[in-house]
């Protein structure tokens, strides 16, 4: 028997299909009011430390004014060196918040951003009928940048020969690895000055890598008094940021933040030298463990050796052995177990421009092996 239509039903179907081959004839709204901030995780390391809080209002309504339930958020986040070309970092998918949400929780929490890098983001929501509406505005995030490394501690200035200055300081360790230098701590500057307030800068020692820097005075400007003071620097980023500058104290002043204290150098001096050796972190045995070649200008005599642990050795001591060009043997200082210090005196041995000074760790300790060595070495005019 053929089929009868009723009247007007073919128009009924026509529509029936548009409507199934676009249901979304009103789609969720635009997203509006985007924002997002960069911080510091204190748990992560290198760029997995640096995340990007993202939040932007809950769309509620359609793109006619009337109440609608979102089932998610897409979301694209770009990056740019230049902030000209952008390019496609990663997607995401966001489920959308339900009514209990205060309404001041982030969307999305994000890691792994770069500190030289731009970056961007736009989301686009998506209805419970699978209806999506408009990408929103982008909203750009900008550069993380580098974080303000932690300033040196315990800077120390000391003169080291007759025209030499040494000035040392300590980092700042990684708290999750204090042998390993901190992602944010890249070199150290230096200041020298011939004036207590550094109104005038003597010599700038840029990209110190090394926990110590010296300077040679030459001898139309001996009989001045020169002062120091460190920075920790971090280049991880468009431009370098720099830590609190540091005034250098001498030894006998525990205030690191106290007017910096200055050396005096040749003329009017102490008539004393008092060259350094150092080994970093965890003491190990060396035949050589630092050395150096004098350059003095008159016979000196070492009378003294001091030697000094930041982190005291237990179960045994520390032995330190000063050579003199590599076969006489100056003098062997220990520190004793649970000890910070050690010193020999009594000593009359000569030296002269040229001569190498050398130290060997010959014994540490059995239980801890003792933490960051400093050897003096004390000399007065033959």
């Known amino acids: 028997m053929a089929r009868v239509r009723r009247k007007g039903q073919h128009a009924d179907l026509r529509r029936a299909r548009r409507r199934r081959r676009s249901p979304c004839d ?46 998610s958020y897409k979301v694209e986040l770009e990056y740019s060196a230049d902030g000209l070309n952008w390019f496609l970092r990663s997607r995401h998918a966001v489920p959308a918040k339900d009514d209990t949400d205060p309404g001041t929780k982030a969307h ?35 550069s993380p940048g580098p974080e303000e490394p932690p300033a040196p501690t315990n800077v120390r200035i000391h003169q080291q020969a007759v ?37 005038t800068i ?74 350094a050796f150092h080994m970093r972190g965890r003491l190990r045995v060396l035949a050589e463990a630092d050395s150096m070649d004098l350059d003095i200008d008159e016979a000196m005599t070492i009378v003294k050796i001091r030697a000094r642990v930041k982190v005291a050795p237990q179960g045994a001591g520390v032995v330190v052995k000063l050579w003199k060009n590599e076969t006489t043997l100056v003098g062997t200082v220990t520190i004793p177990a649970g000890s910070r210090r050690g010193v020999l005196d009594g000593l009359a041995v000569p030296v002269a421009d040229g001569d190498g000074l050398s130290v060997e760790v010959a014994q540490v300790g059995s239980t801890f092996p003792g933490k960051h060595l400093t050897v003096r070495v004390v000399m007065e005019p033959s």
């Open 26 to 71: 009103r789609p969720p709204a635009r997203p509006t009011d985007l924002t997002g901030a960069f911080d510091r995780d204190e748990g992560g390391r290198g760029a997995h430390r640096i995340r990007a809080t993202l939040r932007w209002n809950e769309v509620t309504t359609d793109t006619s004014g009337f109440p609608i339930r979102l089932r």
């Open 108 to 142: 999305l929490v994000l890691r792994g951003f770069r500190a030289r890098l731009q970056y961007r983001y736009r989301v686009q929501p998506v209805g419970r009928d699978g209806c999506t509406g408009d990408w929103s505005d982008y909203f750009v995030l900008g």
């Open 163 to 199: 025209n030499r200055l040494v000035v040392d300081w300590d980092e700042t360790p990684d708290p999750q690895d204090p042998d390993r230098r901190r992602d944010d701590q890249s070199w150290f500057l230096v200041h020298w000055s011939t004036s207590p307030a550094f109104s």
């Open 202 to 275: 003597y010599r700038r020692d840029r990209k110190v890598h090394r926990t110590q820097a010296s300077l040679k005075v030459p001898g139309a400007d001996e009989g001045l008094t020169f002062y120091a003071r460190v920075a920790a620097v971090n280049d991880h980023g468009d431009e370098d940021v720099r830590s609190a500058l540091i005034p250098a104290t001498l030894a006998g002043n525990s205030d690191p933040l106290a007017t910096p204290d200055g050396v005096q150098v040749g003329k009017g001096g102490s008539g004393k030298d008092k060259p």
